[in-house]
């Protein structure tokens, strides 16, 4: 695995264990353009409805990193926009995660925003993020 996660003893530990504060990487460097909830054809995913949106997003961000030759182990940064966000949505989204990475959440360095919206109103997921493999 061309990445290394890093906690600082200083820092609170992960919420969750969902995350890592620190991930290097030392190969070619991957960017995953914000991945929303469209299936192959282009038809929105669960029209709203936060977890089905989230489960094809991460569905999408996941065969994008593939493409890329990268694994989930490869992956240093992701950012989860929600439309809408309130704390009960947490559990779902990341239970959705799962589930698109056949039941592991790939741990990297992370951020959970709550937004007003994406680039179209009936998008309420946006997953992107940045991966790194081997030269």
């Known amino acids: 695995m061309s990445i290394r996660k890093v906690n600082p003893e ?8 969902l995350y890592t504060h ?21 038809t ?5 409805d936060h977890e089905a949106q989230a489960e094809q997003a991460f569905r999408n961000f996941r065969a994008a990193l593939e493409a890329a030759g990268a694994t989930p182990d490869d992956l240093i940064k992701n950012t989860i926009h929600v439309v809408g966000h309130r704390p009960e949505l947490v559990g779902p989204i990341f239970a959705a995660g799962q589930r698109a990475f056949d039941g592991v959440w790939p741990v990297s360095a992370s951020t959970f925003l ?8 009936e998008w309420l997921i946006e997953v992107d993020g940045f991966a790194v493999v081997p030269d």
């Open 10 to 17: 200083s820092i609170a530990p992960p919420v969750q264990g």
């Open 22 to 42: 620190v991930a290097m990487g030392r190969g070619q460097f991957v960017a995953i353009a914000g991945q929303v909830a469209l299936d192959a054809d282009g």
């Open 44 to 48: 929105l995913v669960g029209p709203g």
């Open 114 to 121: 709550g937004v007003q919206t994406l680039g179209l109103p």
